[in-house]
């Protein structure tokens, strides 16, 4: 995983490197269930792709704009009716910001996956998200 957690006041900061768009934004997602699950998160992440998946197609004005509809609509499925996405398929268009694809979706109650963290919002400050064909960069905060 090629995320880390940056300090900020009383909320997590997660910066996030890798080489594509796509694991970029998965690593996101990943960053965002580690804070909310803790280390039971692990779990989660050992499913992978399983199940029946689901369609999922985003489309947004920048690439920071889309992270954080990716992010939030994770967050969403989880505060709405309790799932989770154990795995992912997706393309990211970069350039046109549109994520397109399926994901896994598990019942966290099922897994017995308690939340450690609420997590009530992805802010907008100091939202980033950087991408080229050599390397994706993106940072983003949530309000805990």
């Known amino acids: ?19 594509t768009a796509e694991e ?14 803790g280390g039971e998160a692990a779990r989660l992440f050992r499913v992978g792709n399983k199940g029946t998946p689901g369609p999922i197609s985003l489309a947004e004005e920048s690439l920071a704009d889309l992270l954080h509809a990716w992010l939030s609509w994770h967050l969403d ?3 709405q009716d309790r799932r989770v996405a ?37 802010t907008y400050h100091n939202l980033k998200a950087f991408a080229s064909l050599e390397r994706t960069q993106l940072h983003y905060i949530v309000d805990v």
Request: glycine share 6%; charged share 25%.
């Open 24 to 37: 970029a934004f998965c690593d996101a997602v990943r960053a965002m269930y580690e804070i909310l699950f």
């Open 77 to 79: 499925r989880y505060t």
């Open 1 to 19: 995983m090629a995320y880390r957690f940056t300090d900020h006041t009383a909320d997590y900061g997660v910066e996030v490197n890798a080489f």
């Open 86 to 122: 154990s795995g992912w398929r997706v393309r990211i268009d970069f350039r046109q910001a549109r994520l397109t694809g399926e994901t896994y979706l598990q019942d966290a109650g099922a897994m017995d996956l308690k939340p450690e963290t609420e997590i009530k919002a992805v």
